[in-house]
């Protein structure tokens, strides 16, 4: 007796569909924004560190892989059991939070072309595995500066 094919080809083609979303299922894409950047005055010449948040409302974690500014050469750092290391990526979860820090991940300028003073800008473009770049301006900010919210 032979079986009707339509209701195989339904599911195959549901099956097909459903292997097509992102690696969660969702299908979101990742939907990346910058909040709380800021940069200390550096107290150095040749060195500075940036900070800020990158929040992910889509449904698919992505990773930031890297950072260039025109200020100098930009790594990515984390703090692991209060030693800092070099890192080649750091996850975005999705529907998450990414908090670079003082004492945590964050990023370290050096080779500064100049020493950016307290109330200018840097800026910067972020780099991930998966989504576009995305631009954010760094306020210099004192150099003793710890902010209150955001973190």
Known sequence: ???PAAPLAAALG???????????????????SVSAAYMPQPVSDSMAA?????TNEGGTKDELTSVTSELGEVTVHETV??????????AVPAHGRLVLESGGSHLMFEKLKHRPKEGEKVSV?????HSDPVRAE??????????????
Do not use: I, N, Q, W
């Not at 940036?50 to 990158?54: A, H, I, K, P, R």
């Open 125 to 129: 473009e972020l780099h991930f595995a």
């Open 14 to 32: 549901a099956a097909l569909l459903l292997a097509g979303c992102g690696a969660d299922g969702s299908g979101s894409p990742a939907e990346l």
């Open 1 to 3: 007796m032979r079986r």
């Open 138 to 151: 760094l306020p210099v900010k004192p150099a003793t500066y710890r902010p209150s919210t955001g973190h």
């Open 81 to 90: 059991g209060g030693v800092m290391r070099e890192t080649g990526s750091l």
């Open 50 to 54: 940036g900070f800020l948040t990158l």
